[in-house]
């Protein structure tokens, strides 16, 4: 930007150069002696000046008053270039001398070229039309280029305003839901959790073991499961996004044993050596699985389900395999989520997943996600 503006500048000052000089040699007195020279040298200089810096466009509009006294007018398309930088770069006294620097160079040259006395009319059209306008303009694009970045401003800050406002809803509309959940879905787990209680109980006290009081206790265990990731859920919809309490590859077993509650046994394998993983990828890792023996448990045959967990120096995969009962697991469920979910949730570390038949025509799942190697911090 700023080698824009100096390279304007330049060019500015090599037309007024020209046009100036030529005005001088062809339409002013010429170069017949020493002393013209030494005036068109002048008129180089003082429009080479209109390239400097800003900040001596007081000394420039100076100059260009002076010359137009020695030149007994002429030099017009600098001194108009030199007032209307004065006006544009300039404020207080400096922009106010400088416009009289100028308009007094210009009366002056009039009493000179007259020999007689003062013509106001004359005076005050040449002072108008040569120094008062062009430092108007200036004085206009300034105030304009300042109201147009106030008013970007402006727009700014009310932008970041409005996020603040949307912030604000979203934080209500979540402590909303968050309530939602907690008022509906909280009392219908609770009341199936108390109600497989109390049948196991009646149960457990006349048919001891009845395979049903096994089915009503596994019941039993997966709503407390389902408060617990309830529980959870609110508190990020709180906005609290602490993952310490939130279930990871660790407590892979407990859920495995939640699913062989229900009746399909699972088997767990796991290959390389584990290590930590982030936070936020542990939990995805472990809603993975859980869709994946959602999904099992939806559409598979009811024969064992392999899970498997595969530790590369820079990646995490993480497969199940399960049989394939009357229809496979579709791209989207009955719940609207199921593989897609899976994607989903993998996408967010730029993981990939397949799945489909293998070649025992068993339904397989394989998501892999990158990370870090072992010992290289994040």
Request: glycine residues 10%; aromatic residues 4%.
């Amino acid at each position: 930007m700023r080698r824009s503006l100096v390279g304007q500048s330049v060019l500015v000052a090599a037309v007024c150069l020209v046009v100036d000089s030529l005005s001088f040699v062809m339409l002013g007195p010429g170069v017949r002696n020493l002393p013209d020279l030494l005036l068109l040298v002048v008129i180089i200089s003082i429009d080479a000046a209109l390239a400097l810096p800003a900040q001596v466009s007081g000394w420039v509009a100076l100059a260009h008053g002076l010359a137009a006294v020695a030149l007994l007018g002429g030099n017009d398309a600098g001194r108009l270039i030199a007032g209307y930088r004065a006006g544009a770069w300039l404020r207080g006294w400096s922009a106010f001398a400088s416009l009289f620097a100028i308009s007094g160079g210009i009366v002056v040259s009039n009493l000179l070229v007259r020999h007689g006395p003062a013509s106001w009319l004359v005076d005050s059209l040449q002072i108008g039309s040569n120094a008062v306008l062009p430092w108007l303009v200036g004085r206009y694009t300034t105030a304009r280029r300042a109201y147009i970045d106030a008013m970007r401003h402006r727009r700014e800050v009310e932008a970041r305003d409005a996020a603040v406002e949307v912030e604000k809803a979203v934080a209500h509309e979540r402590t909303a839901i968050a309530r939602d959940l907690h008022d509906v879905i909280s009392h219908h787990v609770s009341a199936i959790g108390v109600h497989a209680g109390a049948a196991r109980m009646r149960l457990g006290a006349v048919q001891a073991g009845n395979g049903v009081v096994d089915s009503l206790a596994a019941v039993e265990a997966a709503s407390r499961s389902a408060m617990v990731d309830l529980r959870t859920m609110l508190d990020l919809l709180h906005g609290n996004s602490d993952t310490t309490n939130q279930p990871g590859l660790d407590n892979l077993e407990e859920l495995l044993e939640n699913v062989r509650g229900s009746g399909l046994a699972t088997r767990l394998s796991v290959l390389g050596a584990p290590r930590p993983v982030p936070g936020s990828l542990d939990i995805a890792l472990y809603r993975i699985t859980q869709e994946m023996l959602t999904n099992a448990l939806r559409h598979g045959d009811g024969h064992p389900v392999e899970v498997e967990i595969r530790y590369f120096d820079t990646s995490i995969t993480l497969a199940t395999r399960n049989g394939i009962g009357g229809g496979g697991p579709t791209e989207v469920d009955g719940t609207g989520r199921g593989l897609a979910g899976i994607r989903t949730r993998a996408a967010m570390f730029h993981g990939s997943v397949s799945h489909g038949p293998d070649a025992d025509n068993r339904w397989e799942t394989v998501v892999t996600v990158p990370v870090l190697p072992t010992g290289v911090a994040s």
